[in-house]
């Protein structure tokens, strides 16, 4: 798969980091033409998701049967469930003319690296495991043992930044947001 259409954008960080509320502080910017991709995932939807926005909630079988037959750029198992980037997804979004944003953990990141070389990699870190720690109960969605699971799925994702291209610290929404901006506008500056 080739990268001439645009950018392959990835923002990976741990469980409770603040991705989801970093891109939408950058998502709907004009200046940076970008389109979410949508993750297929068989985990159960929460309070507030829908579907075809945050994910594609489908069973274990489709998830299997999709990516079985070729149709996922990447994917994983995530405490105890599949997430994957549907190929469609990607396609529809660079036909679009536009910069693909994926949100993935860092077995995805890996998968997408090997694929698209110069994919621009961009890994997200709480200012301390301490906050990162509160942010995820803050959020009083899962049970602990979920919550001590992806703890420690955490603090193994926080050994891999060096995998990244970028490390940006969230310990300020904005300023974390602002400094992506920037990353990604030096590189789309380069690409055109
Ligand atoms: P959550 O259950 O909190 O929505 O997501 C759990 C983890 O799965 C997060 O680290 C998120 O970035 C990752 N994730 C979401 N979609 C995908 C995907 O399509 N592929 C991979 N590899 N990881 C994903």
Not at 115 to 122: E, H, Q, R
Request: hydrophobic letters at 35%.
């Amino acid at each position: 798969m080739s990268n001439e259409k645009g950018l392959l954008i990835v923002i990976s960080g741990p469980s409770g980091v603040g991705k989801g509320t970093v891109i939408k502080e950058i998502i709907d910017d004009p200046d940076l033409a970008l389109s979410y991709s949508v993750s297929m995932t068989t985990r159960e939807k929460r309070a507030g998701e829908e579907e075809g926005v945050n994910y594609y909630y489908v069973s274990r079988e489709q998830f299997e049967q999709t990516r079985d037959e070729g149709g996922l750029l990447e994917w994983t198992e995530f405490v105890g469930n599949y997430y994957g980037t549907p190929l469609a997804e990607v396609e529809r979004i660079r036909k679009e003319g536009r910069n693909v944003l994926l949100e993935i953990e860092v077995e995805g990141c890996m998968q997408v690296k090997e694929k698209v070389p110069d994919a621009l990699t961009i890994f997200i870190v709480p200012p301390s495991v301490k906050e990162l720690e509160n942010r995820i109960r803050g959020r009083r969605t899962e049970a602990e043992e979920i919550v001590q699971q992806r703890l420690a799925k955490a603090t193994r994702e926080l050994e891999m930044t060096g995998q990244y291209r970028y490390v940006v610290c969230n310990d300020d929404v904005k300023l974390a947001a602002d400094i992506i901006r920037v990353i990604i506008r030096h590189h789309m500056e380069r690409e055109f």
